[in-house]
């Protein structure tokens, strides 16, 4: 069986554009592969934050991550300084990784510009322990957006360099690249981001706060009034209907919408209709872990226990391949 690897930064409670680009797609994969999962502190320091938030943030995430379905019998789901093999390995990287080719990531240069007031090491260097993250468990594939399609790239060319001059240890890993649409925020323009507040919490996918929220969702711009019809393909709820409705709803708002049949207060109720229906499950798994205050801790210790012997295994083969003494 393959071993996947995946990482989320911990942002705290997830939205619906994380589900969709990440979440969901976990949840499939522990079916098929040896998943491990991690919430990546480590990266996530590397930006400004608050530090009493920090704990609050990776636990309210891994409770999502949970309740979305992330089954701990089935995938390691662990906080990555809980083990601090990753770093370790990182810095011996760091010693194979080309000054150059970390210059050349254009994730880093889109950071540099849009936070020159902390271009710090670690965010040169984060694609280099993004690479320690995968190979620490010798992880074959690693579900990826076209965005991180570089970092696996340099993660490859880290593995052949360290093999070639210490000796084999690590495979190359495979991009297994998720099919997943873009999630737009209500504003219908830019991605669906916390920090443009343009997002859908998965807490807010309740009966009053959904409905409420999606009645802010930018819809056609064209469609001005009710008797006006619509192109749905213009429309942000039409694409969300793509991901969370039936082919009927789809093929009724498509008529409804085009001959004015329907006004977008019918559509965006029908939307509503069928996101409580998906989030059910979520909502009920959420509120059974926080009627057990600790379970989540719990969970991420034993994640972390599972993580940590496989990646004793590994540096221990890392330490022997590069002559340390011991
Ligand atoms: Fe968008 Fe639906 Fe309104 Fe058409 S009817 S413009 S698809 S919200």
Redesign the pocket.
Known sequence: MKTVFSGIQPSGELHVGNYIGAIDNWVKMQEQYRCIYCVVDYHAITQDYTVKDMSPRVRDMALDILALGVDPEKAILFVQSAVPEHTELAWIFNAVTGHGDLERMTQFKDKAEHQPENINAGLFSYPVLQAADILLYKAELVPVGADQVQHLELARRIARSFNHRWGKVFPECEPKLTETPKVLGLDGKQKMSKSLGNHIPLTAIEEKPLRKLLGKMV??EK?VTREDP?N?DD?N??SFHKMFSTEDDRAW?WQ??TTAG???VD??GRLAQRMLERFAPYRERRAELLAHPGRVDEILRAGADKARAIAQRTMAEVRGKLGLWR
């Open positions: 819809t056609d469609r619509g749905p429309c709820v039409y708002v409804g919408c329907i006004g977008c559509c965006k």
